[in-house]
């Protein structure tokens, strides 16, 4: 079974700090994403990676960047948190070919205060 | 780009009765269209999905109905219990390699008993 692993289930930053979200999957999968959760709005796209050290933006990349340096890890990074990241962030994975479901991890709740 | 409409928001129904969601999406190239359970704290999973080339797929008490030319599809599930209650989210991709996944806004289900 695909496990995706996200290293945090809860975080807690401060406005203005460096924040990384990791995500690991064990399941070889050439495609990660990571999505953002909040009420009202499903999931949004922020980026996505389709191989090592390949990056495309999503629907709302402002105020985020990624990085693919191994193929099981993908990083989301924000550059200087702002409260208006408060949300759930979730990383999915797939395999490449069509028509494939998304693996997504547990999720992490990020608050910034 | 893609966009999907995802309708009703919430939906209560009573054990035992039917329950539909519709979503509708705009990009005539999208060919995957998965549908993804999500409980209350927990990570969203894959239910049932279907693609451009079937009409309708069937899963015991669940089924998916796809109408390529008024591009929209639906989730229907029978005879409804109460660990049915959860938040669905529709999807719709295209084809290619990395096959982003652009997702509804989500059904907030309740089956009371």
């Known amino acids: 079974d695909v496990k995706v692993t996200q290293s945090s289930r809860y975080l807690v930053k401060r406005t203005g700090e460096k924040v990384f979200l990791e995500c690991v999957q064990d399941m070889d999968h050439e495609n990660m994403f990571w999505y953002r959760q909040d009420p009202g709005l499903g999931l949004r796209l922020i980026y996505f990676?389709?191989?090592?050290?390949?990056?495309e933006k999503g629907d709302i990349p402002e105020g985020y960047s990624v990085s693919r340096e191994k193929k099981e890890r993908f990083s989301l990074i924000l550059e200087s948190a702002s409260t208006n990241q408060t949300s759930m962030y979730l990383c999915a994975s797939r395999p490449t070919g069509a028509g494939s479901p998304l693996h997504f991890g547990n999720g992490t709740r990020l608050t910034v205060t | 780009g893609e966009n999907v409409e995802q309708h009703p928001s919430t939906l209560s129904v009573q054990e035992g009765d039917s329950a539909v969601i519709k979503c509708t999406y705009s990009d005539s190239a999208s060919n995957y269209f998965p549908w993804y359970k999500q409980e209350l704290g927990k990570r969203p999973q894959l239910i049932i999905d279907?693609?451009?080339?079937?009409g309708e797929k069937k899963d015991q008490r669940i089924a998916v109905t796809l109408n390529k030319t008024a591009k929209h599809f639906s989730l229907h599930i029978t005879e409804t219990q109460p660990e049915d209650s959860a938040v669905y989210f529709c999807?719709?991709?295209?084809?290619?390699?990395?096959?982003?996944?652009?997702f509804g806004d989500g059904t907030t289900l309740t089956v009371k008993p």
């Open positions: 279907i693609r451009s080339n079937v």
């Open positions: 990676s389709y191989d090592v050290k390949m990056k």
């Open positions: 999807a719709a991709s295209r084809g290619t390699n990395a096959g982003k996944s652009t």
